[in-house]
């Protein structure tokens, strides 16, 4: 109990400095430049091969970048192996000054124990920032644990359930006035074939009425209305500035949709510089709130952990380990550069969860967890970073590798 308090209320501290303004240069939207020169890991490789760049002309401005990492490691939201590839792409549509760094990041994957994907994420932001469409598309063969409904539930109380996963997520956002946009979206997700690993059934197993039944579909199709305000210029590796987003989304038996069932999702983050200049020194805050507002909600559409919209939260958990009809999430994080030119850096980290309980719709237990990581420089000109963490909560562990960071 005194191990959740602390989390929580490390996890709580962004709200109590909301008002500092983290020494942003507002004019740019930048950190003040450092007088040593940045490194990365593509410089590094240079100075090995002694691989020459190519001449870069005075006004020549590079609006492309691209960061490619190939991988074996150990999956820790499944356990095994799992071999994948993470393809990050920056490009500039306007003038740098004026236009944020657009991003697509594509990451196939395959487990040894059967799982595989092929999801794409952009971001893309038009000239001088006037529209961000953002898009989340995900073809998925799925088997996965869970716990069922609530926080309380044993870690060895799990059920197996396979199914194929197709999302399809996009969304135009127009801007209302400097960082702030809205606008509207669509929003797809068909589980196909969902299929129970043995004798019990997932409905007999979650005592859930809807999107259980063995060897059926679960299909939901729906608007969304959306609101963002974004001050950070880069999302692949974030400067201080704030991060909000509402989404609300409204299914509908018009659209196709099985059942008619609406959902919010609220997203809040916030970064902080701990210093004017030099290395990297920064603390970062995340919350967000999930909740289904209506009943009809297919059970794997169900507020769960590591499945809001980028799946990075949960760090130090299994993903899935928690579901409910409402999900609170909060984390915090210090990053910090080891090295002045910005090649090899470290982040600290905690998180806490909780989802309702099925009976009260209280939240009832909050779920703690905590790790530390490094960063590895990787393209110094988009930002991005090759993170590697180490996450533990209770009874379990993880080794998260990723291109950018968490959030």
């Not at 040593?36 to 870069?56: A, E, G, M």
Request: proline share 4%.
């Amino acid at each position: 109990m005194v191990k959740t308090f602390i989390a929580l209320l490390f996890c709580l501290i962004p709200f109590a400095i909301m008002a500092q303004t983290g020494r942003l240069n507002t004019d740019t939207g930048r950190m003040p430049t450092d007088t040593i020169p940045q490194r990365d890991l593509i410089d590094v490789f240079r100075s090995v091969f002694n691989v020459k760049p190519r001449k870069v002309s005075v006004t020549e401005k590079k609006k492309f970048y691209f960061s490619f990492l190939p991988i074996s490691t150990s999956d820790g939201r499944s356990g095994g192996r799992a071999l994948f590839t993470s393809t990050t792409a920056g490009f500039y549509l306007g003038d740098q000054k004026t236009t944020n760094l657009s991003t697509v990041v594509f990451t196939p994957y395959f487990n040894l124990r059967g799982r595989y994907g092929l999801p794409i994420r952009s971001s893309v932001w038009l000239k001088d920032n006037q529209w961000n469409v953002i898009g989340d598309i995900r073809l998925l063969v799925y088997p996965q644990y869970t716990w069922g409904l609530g926080g309380n539930m044993n870690n060895h109380h799990k059920f197996l359930v396979d199914y194929n996963y197709v999302r399809f997520y996009q969304t135009v956002l127009k801007r209302i006035k400097p960082y702030f946009y809205a606008g509207v979206g669509y929003n797809l997700d068909y589980y196909v074939d969902i299929d129970s690993q043995g004798q019990q059934t997932l409905h007999d197993f979650t005592k859930y009425k809807y999107g259980t039944a063995t060897g059926q579909d679960a299909f939901s199709s729906g608007a969304t209305l959306n609101l963002l305000y974004d001050t950070r210029k880069n999302s692949i590796d974030p400067l201080p500035g704030v991060y909000a987003n509402v989404s609300y989304r409204f299914n509908t038996k018009a659209l196709g949709s099985h059942t008619n069932w609406q959902s919010l999702y609220i997203d809040l983050r916030k970064y902080v510089s701990l210093t004017n200049s030099g290395p990297k020194n920064v603390l970062a805050f995340w919350t967000y709130y999930w909740t289904s507002l209506t009943p009809g909600t297919p059970y794997l559409n169900l507020p769960s952990l590591g499945w809001e919209p980028y799946q990075r939260s949960g760090r130090g958990f299994q993903q899935n380990r928690y579901r409910g009809q409402r999900l609170a999430y909060f984390e915090t994080e210090y990053r910090r550069d080891i090295t002045r030119n910005g090649l090899l850096g470290f982040v600290l980290f905690a998180n806490v969860n909780s989802v309702t309980e099925p009976d009260t719709y209280k939240f009832t237990y909050w779920h703690p967890a905590g790790g530390t990581g490094l960063r590895f420089k990787f393209n110094k000109k988009s930002g991005t970073n090759i993170s590697l963490d180490y996450g533990v909560s209770r009874n379990y562990s993880s080794i998260n590798l990723n291109l950018g960071e968490t959030f």
